[in-house]
């Protein structure tokens, strides 16, 4: 009898934590009294994606025996520096061309590289650093939901750098997302 | 009837904690990479394979002109006379990278040579070359070429310019830009 008692009331304590559970997750409703509907919705934003559609390319440098940089700006203008000079010819520099795609109207955020990328041929390796983009920072897709990202960088030309062609062994990465 | 109850609320109550995670999931970020190129061209250099020589003459009672084109060709003005004996047109060996465009500048103003025995001078002028000068004329075929420049000197009476050796000095600036 003393057994069925206990047993008896273990029953009822678990009935009331569980009623008392249910009350305060839904105390609002339950005090109040009252009931109020709404529209639940949604948007499912599309990934956003990049990318490359044209390589970074610093065209034709002429060095001398002093060191010197060429730094590129993200519509492509070269500013060269210290031993280097551009040539007529130029050999068709241009900046770095991302396509970022995603929602319409959507900003999101770019990373450029933290660190200096490098390019190899005859000579000693030259160093690409110093990035920038157009936009900075922040991007905002169109309408339509794209964006042209476009990208400059600094080459560091060793004084009597070796003639030839350079190139990355490893590329750059630039990483995007939503804000 | 109550036990229904509690389930549904249970429901209602896993249903609410699936959209908060839903809620909290953020987009990840996504990259790409690109590629970096760049052309170093080598050492523009030009050496001066020829010295601009007018060659022997005798100035005459007026003196003159003595025009020498970048061909070497000469033909002389005035009382100038012409005596036997070299001449020949400036030649520059420039080299560089195969078809390089490279800038001609010639002197602007009058170039002076003077006597070597005496503080008479001659002056040179109307500086012109093959290629021509100016911004992106030159350009270096398979890597090199040669620059014949042309002048005319200007040669006073026997005496403003007494017999003798004439010297100076000029310069030709041959640049990528």
Not at chain 1, 19 to 48: E, L
Not at chain 1, 138 to 152: D, K, N, P, W
Not at chain 2, 25 to 54: C, D, K, M, R, W
Request: contains cysteine; neutral net charge; glycine residues 10%.
């Amino acid at each position: 009898m003393i057994f069925n008692l206990k047993n008896e009331s273990m029953k009822q304590m678990t009935k009331f934590l569980a009623t008392a559970i249910v009350f305060f997750a839904f105390s609002v409703v339950t005090f109040a009294q009252a009931s109020a509907t709404s529209n639940a919705s949604a948007t499912i934003v599309g990934p956003i994606g990049i990318s490359n559609t044209t390589p970074m390319n610093f065209g034709n440098i002429a060095v001398s025996a002093a060191l010197g940089t060429v730094a590129m700006d993200p519509a492509g203008a070269r500013t060269p520096s210290g031993g280097c000079t551009l040539p007529v010819v130029t050999g068709g520099p241009t900046a770095a061309v991302f396509n970022v795609t995603g929602a319409a109207n959507y900003t999101y955020a770019i990373t450029l590289p933290a660190v200096a990328t490098n390019i190899t041929g005859p000579g000693p390796a030259m160093a690409v650093d110093t990035w920038t983009s157009t936009p900075s920072g922040t991007g905002t897709l169109s309408a339509a939901g794209a964006e042209t990202l476009t990208v400059g960088a600094t080459l560091n030309v060793a004084g009597s750098q070796t003639a030839g062609n350079y190139t990355s062994v490893t590329p750059f990465t630039v990483t995007v997302n939503y804000n | 009837m109550r036990r229904l109850k509690v389930s549904f609320f249970s429901l209602l109550f896993i249903l609410q904690i699936t959209g908060a995670c839903v809620m909290a999931q953020t987009t990840p970020p996504v990259s790409a990479t690109g590629h970096i190129f760049a052309e170093i061209i080598p050492v523009f250099s030009a050496n001066e394979i020829a010295q601009l020589n007018f060659g022997r003459f005798s100035p005459g009672p007026m003196g003159g002109k003595i025009i020498i084109t970048p061909q070497s060709t000469i033909s002389v003005l005035g009382s100038v006379f012409k005596g036997t004996g070299s001449f020949n047109a400036a030649s520059f060996y420039l080299f560089g990278d195969a078809d390089a465009a490279y800038s001609i500048t010639l002197p602007g103003t009058p170039v002076i040579l003077t006597h070597t025995s005496s503080a008479k001078t001659m002056t040179v002028e109307d500086w012109n070359s093959v290629p021509p000068p100016g911004t992106g004329t030159g350009m270096l075929r398979d890597g090199a070429q040669v620059v014949n420049v042309g002048a005319t000197l200007n040669v006073g009476t026997i005496y403003d310019n007494p017999v003798g050796v004439y010297t100076g000095t000029y310069t030709i600036t041959f640049d990528f830009n």
